[in-house]
Each structure stands twice: as C-alpha cells, then as structure tokens.
C-alpha cells in the first residue's frame, strides 16, 4: 500500500481533489492518534500495577487448616505486619462449629488477614476441650489477644457481627461496626426489663384497690 505521506506525483493529485487531506493536517492526525494509543497503554499499564498490588495484599481470603507442624512455619514465622487469627477446635463441638462458619464470612471480609484454624490437640497436646474455642491473635508471632472458652464468646447465641467485633478490639482487623453488637442486645433487654417493673407495680396498685 502506498504510503499516503510520501511526497509523489499521485499523492499530490488525491490531495488537491480532496481524496488525501493535507499533509500537515494528515501527520497532525497520526500524532493524535499515536498519543490515544500511548494512554491507552498507560491506563493499562496502571490497571495491571494496581492490580497486582491487590493481589500482593489480598493474599487469603479463606480459613487455613493446619496441623501442629505446620505452626511454626504458618503462625510464628508468618509474613511482617501480618495479623494471623488462630481457631483452636474439636469436632463435635457446636460453639466451634459456629465459630469456624463465622470466620470463613469474615476471611472473606478481611481477606489481607491470616485466619488459620486447627484441632486443639494437633498444636498443643492435651488441651483441654473445656477451654474450647479458643482463638489466639498474632502479630509477628507474638500473642497480642487470646479468647478462651466458650462464656467469653457469650455461647451458642454469637453472631458474626460480634465475633467481628472481639477480633477487631485486638487490633487485627478494622470494622466497619461503629458499637459492640453484643451492647445493642444488652441495652434492648435492659430496656425490656424497665418496662415490665411499672406493669407490675400497676398491677399490685389495682389488687389493694
């Protein structure tokens, strides 16, 4: 194909007909469009930087099962400014079942966070089961929170939402509740309780009448 910026004969004959537009006009277009095409790579360039950027933080997302040799490598030696929340468990046992169901929605959530779950005995021989769930939280292999048994997760009645909000007052994630769950329950049986002592009173009232 003939190269329409070329300075021949014909050329000159498509451009005083109007076929070729002038040749300043044509180069001022192949600049424009050389300049579309280098933004256009830009962009992508920048989508692809971003990312893998995400990529590099969102490293998890799910529950890791582990055994006891696995600690070592997956918790003490796990990844600087990496929080690891550690599920300690036993089949069989409904409050870890819970427990273990409510961390797998919030891995997902907090998906740059470790969440690691193991059989209580595969990583600490012995363990009692009356010390079930436990959840330990690590920064760098240091123990920063630890949650032991299960009157410190308020039983069977523990929603994610407050489960959430334990593990976000170690500092491991940053929720997006604005108060304890577990406090809104609190004050609405509080309240509950306030209005059933006048109705008793009341009643005591029309019984002298």
């Known amino acids: 194909m003939q190269d329409p910026n070329a300075d021949t004969e014909w050329n000159d004959i498509l451009r005083k007909k109007g076929i070729l537009p002038p040749k300043e006009e044509l180069k001022a277009q192949e600049e424009a469009e050389e300049e579309r095409q280098l933004q256009i790579l830009q962009q992508q360039q920048q989508r692809l930087a971003e990312w893998k950027a995400s990529q590099g933080k969102n490293k998890f997302g799910q529950v ?3 055994s006891g040799q696995d600690y070592v490598q997956e918790i003490t ?10 599920h300690l468990y036993k089949q069989g046992i409904p409050l870890c079942a819970l427990i273990n169901q409510h961390l797998s929605g919030l ?6 966070v470790k969440f690691v779950k193991a059989i209580s005995t595969t990583c600490i021989p012995n363990y009692p089961d009356r010390n079930l769930p436990t959840i330990f939280i690590y920064l760098e292999g240091d123990i920063k929170a630890q949650y032991i048994g299960p009157l410190v997760f308020g039983g069977m009645n523990l929603t994610r939402d407050e ?14 509740l604005e108060e304890n769950p577990r406090k809104q329950i609190q004050d609405r049986l509080i309240t509950s309780v306030r209005c059933s002592v006048p109705c008793k009173k009341d009643e005591s009232d029309s019984d002298e009448d």
């Open 107 to 112: 891995a997902k959530k907090f998906p740059d």
């Open 163 to 176: 489960l959430e909000w334990k593990i976000a007052e170690s500092g491991a994630i940053k929720t997006d």
């Open 77 to 86: 030696k796990a990844s600087k400014d990496i929080w690891v929340v550690l």
């Open 64 to 66: 890791l099962e582990i």
